[in-house]
């Protein structure tokens, strides 16, 4: 993987004195067949590694700084650069903004559509409504029913119509009567480039003027990704890319090849199936990503929004004085439930992508844990010191569990209590520290 093959080229590189053109050129290289490896189109492996050398060469060498760490920057902000530099956000001028989805048949423009709609609807403040644009399949009108249903919003059908065309202005005009401020339109992908769908998508674009016209494609499909976006963005003329099914054991080089082929920014990429698997696309993490630097700035960020900065406090204090109990336990594995699927999070930890990537992390981890914590009383939640040999068989028991399972959990509490109480204190040092400066 991409990765590997790059963190491998820096170790080569570590310890040497400078970088000069004989010992740059192996590392690039390296970079070059990992670049094409990963799916990424030789033309720009190529510009790529080009661009590198000429930076990486151009650099004067601080004595503080190690080659090998330079050029990790180097080629980080590279990779920033080719995916487009900065975070391009939607525009959503219209009253109502419209939003066109295109791409092709199992892209995930059905999903994309519900997950965005959610997303505007709260984090933004917006009234979006969603339209079944994809007449063909009845399978298809409920599937974005049910997305629709789930976030609570609404979604405009025209039973028996099949002129997308009509329903798409139709919708607006609805939205406007109805004051939603936001309209997207789902529509018919197939799975391959046809005439008939390219007609059909143009023909809807020239009639609704949308704001943003979005493409969607499946990031596991390597190379044939660019050249869907080619086809689509000739014929379209689109404003934004999604790449979905990120989450997937993806080789990064549909995200670097798109952006440079099409000169179209990425905006959001779909990590999952899940309606909060949607993350707004930023170059410079997604390099890091790619350099298996885990993608922390995302990872603080999903914690700060789902944690409530007081309960963060008073569990601290807690800790402090070891009075962390199963209560706080349970509402922590709450809160970290609510940050998404476990593999996401875990994933996202510096080092860890790596390590877990073949990794099977069960999402349903939690519940023998909850199953076991609900079997306890209060006063046991409380104070877990009490549950002697009598109370781990009841608990056991009522949880469906073993008793070895209730011990493991036990001890692992107790790690934890301990690790946990270390950190807090490790963090009041350090800002003792801060404050003696
Ligand atoms: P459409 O034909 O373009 O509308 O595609 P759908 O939205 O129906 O998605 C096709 C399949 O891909 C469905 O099974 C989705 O659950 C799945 N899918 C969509 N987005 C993602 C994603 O980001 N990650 C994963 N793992 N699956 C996704
Ligand atoms: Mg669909």
């Known amino acids: 993987n991409l990765s590997d093959r790059l963190e491998r080229s820096f170790k080569m590189l570590k310890g040497e004195g400078k970088i000069t053109e004989i010992n740059v050129a192996e590392t690039l290289k390296d970079i070059r067949r990992a670049l094409l490896d990963a799916d990424v189109n030789f033309k720009i492996a190529k510009k790529f590694t080009d661009d590198v050398k000429e930076k990486a060469l151009g650099q004067e060498v601080l004595t503080a700084v190690k080659p090998g760490q330079l050029m990790v920057k180097i080629v980080k902000d ?4 080719l995916m487009g530099g900065t975070f391009a956000d939607i525009e959503l001028k219209g009253k109502p903004a419209v939003i066109l989805m295109s791409g092709l048949q199992g892209s995930g423009k059905t999903t994309f559509s519900g997950k965005l709609a959610n997303m505007l609807k709260k984090k933004k403040g917006r009234h979006p409504m969603l339209v079944a644009g994809d007449v063909y399949r009845p399978a298809a009108i409920e599937q974005l029913k049910v997305l629709g249903e789930q976030i609570g919003v609404p979604v405009y059908t025209e039973e028996g119509n099949m ?33 008939q769908m390219m007609n059909e998508i143009a023909a ?3 009639a609704i003027n949308p704001d ?26 689109f404003d934004g890319v999604v790449l979905t099914k990120l989450d997937g054991d993806t080789r990064g080089g549909a995200a670097l090849s798109i952006r440079a082929v099409v000169e179209k920014p990425i905006k959001f990429v779909g990590t999952g199936e899940k309606l909060e698997a949607l993350d707004v696309f930023h170059p410079d993490r997604m390099a890091d990503r790619i350099l298996g630097m885990g993608d922390i700035v995302s990872l603080v960020e999903k914690a700060q929004e789902q944690f409530d900065e007081e309960e963060a406090q008073r569990l601290q204090k807690k800790l402090a004085k070891n009075t962390f109990n199963f209560n706080d336990f349970l509402k ?31 999402d349903d981890a939690f519940k023998h844990i909850e199953a076991i914590i609900y079997s306890m009383t209060a006063e046991e939640r409380e104070n877990p010191a009490i549950i002697n040999g009598g109370r781990r068989k009841r608990i056991a ?3 469906g569990t073993d008793i070895q399972e209730v ?6 509490f107790d790690e934890t209590r301990k690790m946990m109480r270390m950190v807090s204190q490790g963090k009041n040092v350090q800002r003792m520290m801060a404050g003696m400066q």
């Open 78 to 81: 590279e990779l920033a650069s």
């Open 212 to 237: 943003e016209i979005l493409f969607v494609v499946d990031s596991m499909t390597g190379q044939d990704a660019v050249n869907t976006a080619k086809e689509f963005n000739d014929r379209l003329d």
């Open 397 to 399: 028991n009522g949880s």
């Open 204 to 206: 809807i674009k020239s």
């Open 163 to 195: 002129d997308p065309v009509k329903i798409a202005k139709a919708a607006i005009q609805e939205a406007k009567a109805k004051g939603y401020d936001v309209v997207i339109v789902d529509t018919a992908g197939r799975l391959a480039v046809d005439e």
């Open 332 to 362: 922590q594995i709450a809160q970290i439930k609510k940050m998404g699927s476990l593999k996401d999070v875990v994933g996202m930890i510096p080092g860890m992508g790596k390590a877990i990537k073949n990794m099977d992390i069960d």
């Open 407 to 412: 011990n493991r959990l036990l001890k692992q």
